[in-house]
């Protein structure tokens, strides 16, 4: 049985219907429509799937769908201002932070609630905040970088 549900993501509401055990990764990707946020393990391990919800960071394969109706959902797709990237995006690219770009999203996401809520952390913070997020490509130190300069700038 589906249930008939409004899922507001970055600032548009979307009427969709969704059987009550879908995961709000799901929801996302293949109901609405937006397919930035990448599934990785599927267990919460892997950060992957990362969406801000209410602007604090949850792991949207193992979140329902359901639970994330009368909030707000920010995907990666969310963080740019149209055409123009956030300063992480571009800091990502400007110091090397994507490789295979799997983990990007996901890294995008930990890294602006981070920055959200410490503007000016110290590396050892970086690495914390970014610690639910795995790079299969081991492209750390370019992602710390990133982040380092766009808290620094
Ligand atoms: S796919 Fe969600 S944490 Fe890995
Ligand atoms: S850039 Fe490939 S998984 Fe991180």
Do not use: W
């Not at 600032?11 to 996302?28: F, K, Q």
């Not at 937006?34 to 992957?48: I, P, R, V």
């Not at 990502?92 to 959200?116: K, N, Y």
């Amino acid at each position: 049985m589906k249930v008939a549900a409004q899922l507001s993501v970055n600032g548009i509401s979307y009427p969709v219907e969704l059987d009550p055990s879908t995961s709000l990764l799901n929801a996302v990707r293949d109901v609405v429509g937006l397919t930035g946020s990448k599934e990785g393990c599927d267990d919460s391990e892997c950060g992957a799937c990362m969406m801000l919800l209410d602007g604090s960071p949850v792991n949207a394969c193992s979140y329902l769908a359901l639970q994330a109706e009368g909030r707000e959902v920010t995907t990666v797709e969310g963080l740019a201002a149209g055409a123009e990237l956030s300063p992480l995006q571009a800091a990502f690219l400007e110091q090397g932070g994507v490789q295979c770009g799997f983990c990007t999203p996901g890294m995008l996401i930990s890294a602006t609630a981070l920055l959200d809520t410490n503007p000016h952390p110290t590396e050892d913070e970086v690495r914390i905040g970014l610690s639910g997020n795995l790079c299969r490509c081991t492209g750390y130190d370019g992602i710390v970088k990133a982040v380092l300069s766009v808290a620094e700038s």
